[in-house]
T-cell receptor, first 115, second 116 residues
Framework: AQKITQTQPGMFVQEKEAVTLDCTYDTSDPSYGLFWYKQPSSGEMIFLIY??????QNATEGRYSLNFQKARKSANLVISASQLGDSAMYFCAMREIANAGKSTFGDGTTLTVKP | DTAVSQTPKYLVTQMGNDKSIKCEQNLGHDTMYWYKQDSKKFLKIMFS???????INETVPNRFSPKSPDKAHLNLHINSLELGDSAVYFC???????????????FGEGSWLTVV
C-alpha cells in the first residue's frame, strides 16, 4: 500500500478563493511527522508547513493551514485567499521514526490559480 | 546565503560518462540526503547520511556512490551514466536523522541531469 496518497493530480482554483489539497497516509508508527512542500515551475522544493502526530492543534503558517484528522489518517493542506503565485506542484510527505526517519513523498498535486 | 547549495544546476552529458554533483549545507545540520525526481515528478529518496555515516541506502544501482567528506557536504558520483538516469537530483539536509519526526528537511535547488 502507498504510504502517502494524493488523489488529485490537478486542481484549479479562482484567485482569492480557498482551496484544499488532499493527502492521506498509512503508518503504524505512533510517532510521525507530516509535511507539505511547494514546487513551483522553477523547480525548487519549498517547505510550507509541518504537523506532528502528537500535536493537538492543526498547524498554521500564514495562508497555509493543515487540516489534520488523525483517525482518518488525513493531512489536507488548505490555502486561503489563493494568489497567482500559488500555482505550483504540492507534495505531501511523511516521516516515521520507526523507518529511520525516512521521508516518503506523495505523487503531488498540480495547483493552477486562475485570475 | 543559500542554505543548501548544489552544483552544477544543469548537466548534459553523454551515455557512459562519469559525473559528480556536489552539495553543501550551511545550516549546521547533521543529516544530508539525495533524492531523485523523475520526469513524472515522483520524488524518491536515494541516500541519507548522518554525521558522515550512511543510514539510508535505497535500492539504487551501485553506479551511484555518495560520499560525505564531512557533515556539511554530501556529493553524488554516478558512473557509466545511462539514459534512465536523466532526472532532477535534489540534495537536502535536516537536523537529526529522524528521531524527532518534526525535523524539517530543507532542499537544495536541484541539479537537472540530462543524459544523451
Amino acid at each position: 500500500a502507498q504510504k502517502i496518497t494524493q488523489t488529485q493530480p490537478g486542481m484549479f482554483v479562482q484567485e482569492k478563493e480557498a482551496v484544499t489539497l488532499d493527502c492521506t497516509y498509512d503508518t503504524s508508527d505512533p510517532s510521525y511527522g507530516l509535511f507539505w512542500y511547494k514546487q513551483p515551475s522553477s523547480g525548487e522544493m519549498i517547505f510550507l508547513i509541518y504537523q506532528g502526530s502528537y500535536d493537538q492543534q492543526n498547524a498554521t503558517e500564514g495562508r497555509y493551514s493543515l487540516n489534520f484528522q488523525k483517525a482518518r489518517k488525513s493531512a489536507n493542506l488548505v490555502i486561503s485567499a489563493s494568489q497567482l503565485g500559488d500555482s505550483a506542484m504540492y507534495f505531501c510527505a511523511m516521516r516515521e521514526i520507526a523507518n529511520a526517519g525516512k521521508s516518503t513523498f506523495g505523487d503531488g498535486t498540480t495547483l493552477t490559480v486562475k485570475p | 546565503d543559500t542554505a543548501v547549495s548544489q552544483t552544477p544546476k544543469y548537466l548534459v552529458t553523454q551515455m557512459g560518462n562519469d559525473k559528480s554533483i556536489k552539495c553543501e549545507q550551511n545550516l549546521g545540520h547533521d543529516t544530508m540526503y539525495w533524492y531523485k525526481q523523475d520526469s513524472k515528478k515522483f520524488l524518491k529518496i536515494m541516500f541519507s547520511y548522518n554525521n558522515k555515516e550512511l543510514i539510508i541506502n535505497e535500492t539504487v544501482p551501485n553506479r551511484f556512490s555518495p560520499k560525505s567528506p564531512d557533515k556539511a557536504h554530501l556529493n553524488l558520483h554516478i558512473n557509466s551514466l545511462e539514459l534512465g538516469d536523466s532526472a532532477v537530483y535534489f540534495c537536502a539536509s535536516s537536523q537529526g536523522e529522524g528521531r524527532r519526526p518534526g525535523n524539517t528537511i530543507y532542499f537544495g535547488e536541484g541539479s537537472w541531469l540530462t543524459v544523451v
